[in-house]
Nanobody, 123 residues
Framework: QVQLVDSGGGLVQAGGSLRLSCAAS????????MGWFRQAPGKEREFVAG????????YYVDSVKGRFTISRDNAKNTVYLQMNSLKPEDTAVYYC????????????????WGQGTQVTVSS
């Protein structure tokens, strides 16, 4: 399985921005759809954003549309999540994930995931 290391979380004021990064090991990064899911205490796991192998298909959960942008750089084996206009309800541990297909990832079917990075948005 592809190995993923995610980073970039932190504490930010509401309305601020963060960029999460996910570095993948190996030489098969471009063979996976990639995305991010988040988990917050007392809440269900939520698949936030996903991007297809070549970047041509992008998915966002409704609550982050217009605020978050997912992108990938296959040459660098890296996927990003740019998060703007952050809200306290975005507070969660964010996990980078790799999957076979975006449709499967939306159903929480992942092949691999990172260790998680904490995002905390204050009021």
């Amino acid at each position: 399985q592809v190995q993923l290391v995610d980073s970039g979380g932190g504490l930010v004021q509401a309305g601020g921005s963060l960029r999460l990064s996910c570095a993948a090991s190996g030489r098969t990064f471009s063979s996976y759809a990639m995305g991010w899911f988040r988990q917050a205490p007392g809440k269900e796991r939520e698949f936030v954003a996903g991007i297809s192998l070549g970047g041509g298909i992008i998915y966002y959960v409704d609550s982050v549309k217009g605020r978050f942008t997912i992108s990938r750089d296959n040459a660098k084996n890296t996927v990003y999540l740019q998060m703007n206009s952050l809200k306290p309800e975005d507070t969660a541990v964010y996990y980078c994930a790799a999957g076979i297909h975006l449709a499967a990832m939306r159903n929480h079917e992942y092949k691999s995931w990172g260790q998680g990075t904490q995002v905390t948005v204050s009021s």
